[in-house]
């Protein structure tokens, strides 16, 4: 059972551009969040979905940042015309089932975007 | 009220030694506390989790203790290991799982031999 996968590992963009971060969730997971970690800090929660829905989205900037978990294929983080502030590791995460007792999720190994 | 508070933000302890890593909250709402493992390049993989009505947990060389009133909880880890060395984060959530994690600003540990 292969864990989460997110592609690419490392991501550079120029400003203006936008960058896609790809998550596959563990096989029969169907909840995934996404993190966005700065240099020397902790992880910070961006947003949390569903198959075909958003449910909790308050970690998500207002504006250029969108993400979808569509019902076949991987959950995309989008950042449109990405601005040197966007320069973090993303991560995303995968549960079975999300906020019930005893769920754990697993993390993938993180997008690094560099914005240049 | 959403912070999670952790310290110390770096640590060196010789091997064999105790490490100790301290976090405190504020959102009383808050019900699961698990402790996160990231290694440079890595995603974070999780150590160790407590829940409010435990006052303690072991789980090998690791130890979590809690301490509801005072909003504080803390690992230990006996007998470090060179192999420990990594950046650790405490975290919090509520809903009885693990839905949207506050993380803390996390604590790296150089354990040298």
């Known amino acids: 059972n292969a864990g989460v996968m997110q592609n690419p590992r490392h991501l550079v963009r120029r400003r203006g551009q936008e960058a896609r971060l790809r998550c596959s969730p563990m096989k029969g997971h169907s909840h995934v969040y996404w993190y966005r970690q700065l240099p020397e800090e902790g992880l910070k929660f961006m947003v949390y979905?569903?198959?075909?829905?958003?449910?909790?989205e308050s970690g998500m900037p207002k504006e250029r940042f969108s993400a979808e978990f569509p019902k076949e294929g991987p959950s995309i983080l989008r950042i449109q015309q990405v601005v040197r502030g966007d320069s973090a590791a993303y991560f995303c995460?995968?549960?079975?089932?999300?906020?019930?007792?005893?769920?754990?999720?697993?993390f993938g190994q993180g997008t690094r975007l560099t914005v240049v | 009220q959403q912070q999670v508070k952790q310290s110390p933000q770096s640590l060196i302890v010789q091997k064999g030694g105790i490490s100790i890593i301290n976090c405190a909250y504020e959102n009383t709402a808050f019900d699961y506390f698990p402790w996160y493992q990231q290694f440079p390049g890595k995603g974070p993989a999780l150590l160790i989790a407590i829940r409010p009505d435990v006052s303690e947990k072991k789980e090998g060389r690791f130890t979590i203790s809690f301490n509801k009133s005072a909003k504080q909880f803390s690992l230990h880890i006996m007998d470090s290991q060179p192999g420990d060395s990594a950046t650790y984060f405490c975290?919090?959530?509520?809903?009885?799982?693990?839905?949207?994690?506050?993380f803390g600003t996390g604590t790296k540990l150089q354990v040298i031999p």
């Open positions: 975290a919090a959530s509520y809903g009885g799982g693990y839905q949207k994690v506050t």
């Open positions: 979905l569903q198959k075909e829905n958003i449910i909790d």
């Open positions: 995460a995968s549960s079975p089932r999300g906020g019930e007792r005893n769920t754990e999720a697993f």
